[in-house]
């Protein structure tokens, strides 16, 4: 019971994450050390749970998936985005500064945190490093912001940005 009570809160906090500016849930599994397990049971559910699924073979399915470790990570998720966007709203109208102070060191903290899963720097590291820098700054400061379209390929190509923000670490 209490393997599935942290990973519910793992999962609150990558979804608190997922709405922090600049902190992805991605960064939030990987310091937790549950990235791997995560991006797993996602690409599990492929052709064979399907035809688990609806060949009626349920338990085959749940563990094919890890179903229990997605529904808590997920449902942790939901929760964390629910309740952060709750409490956000208000402290951006009153506190902005301290907000977003407080993301800043969120910020500052998984740099730190995600700098030390390398195991071994060398040049090809340094180089990938440097690149992801000068990318994420060319998008923060060069790149005047879209103007607002609703058109159906727009959002649904910023769909697909937004997922792969919410799981890949440091994006």
Same mark, same amino acid.
Request: include cysteine; charge should be positive.
């Given at each position: ?5 942290? *990973? ?35 690409? *599990?559910? /492929? ?15 749940? #563990?094919?998936? /890890? ?42 903290? *998984? ?7 390398? #195991? ?7 180089? *990938? ?14 790149? /005047? ?27």
């Amino acid at each position: 019971m209490k393997k599935h009570l942290l *990973s519910f809160l793992k999962g609150v906090g990558i979804g608190a994450a997922n709405i922090v500016p600049g902190v992805s849930g991605g960064t939030i599994a990987l310091i937790t050390g549950i990235f791997e397990r995560l991006i797993n049971a996602i690409k *599990s559910f /492929d052709l064979t749970a399907i035809k688990l699924f609806f060949t009626g073979k349920f338990r085959a399915f749940a #563990k094919h998936t /890890d179903l229990l470790f997605v529904t808590l990570i997920f449902g942790g998720a939901g929760l964390g985005i629910y309740g952060l966007a709750f409490v956000l709203e208000p402290l951006l109208e009153t506190r902005p500064v301290y907000v977003w102070s407080f993301f800043f060191g969120l910020i500052l903290a *998984s740099v730190y945190f995600v700098g030390r899963t390398v #195991k071994r720097w060398s040049m090809g590291t340094v180089i *990938s490093f440097i690149l992801g820098a000068v990318i994420a700054i060319s998008v923060t400061t060069l790149i /005047d912001p879209a103007a607002e379209n609703i058109g159906l390929w727009y959002l649904f190509l910023c769909g697909i940005a937004a997922m792969c923000s919410m799981i890949l670490p440091g994006l």
